[in-house]
């Protein structure tokens, strides 16, 4: 059974910086990818950023040069800081993660509940 948790959303003003923590737990042999994904209200989920586990990083264009996705492989964590954000950030946050187990060729999804981000101009 694994667990994802996002934390760190929440109500602020435009133009400060939030960072958003994911702790995933429970029976986890690999994580080979971990990634945010934001889903605006009414639109569908999108890509923020994903890292692999040798560090390899995507972002979306829109947040390149204002977000920072970074992760801790010893505590399967991950993060993104986000800085300068803009109302159009507003949207649910997930966290996912992406795993291997022993002797297996797939690959396993596991997502978090998600965390609001409100961005006020």
């Known amino acids: 059974h694994v667990q994802v948790v996002e934390s760190g959303g929440g109500l602020v003003q435009a133009g400060v910086a939030l960072r958003l923590s994911c702790a995933a737990t429970g029976n986890i042999f690999r994580i080979n990818l971990m990634g945010w994904y934001r889903q605006p209200s009414g639109s569908q989920r999108d890509l923020v950023a994903t890292i692999t586990s040798s560090g390899s990083i995507v972002y979306a264009d829109s947040v390149k040069d204002r977000f920072t996705i970074s992760r801790d492989n010893a505590n399967n964590a991950v993060y993104l800081q986000m800085n300068s954000l803009k109302p159009e950030d507003t949207a649910v946050y997930y966290c996912?993660?992406?795993?291997?187990?022993?002797?297996?060729?797939?690959?396993?999804?596991?997502w978090g509940q998600g965390t609001q981000v409100t961005v006020s101009s």
């Open positions: 996912k993660i992406v795993t291997t187990r022993p002797q297996s060729l797939y690959q396993y999804d596991y």
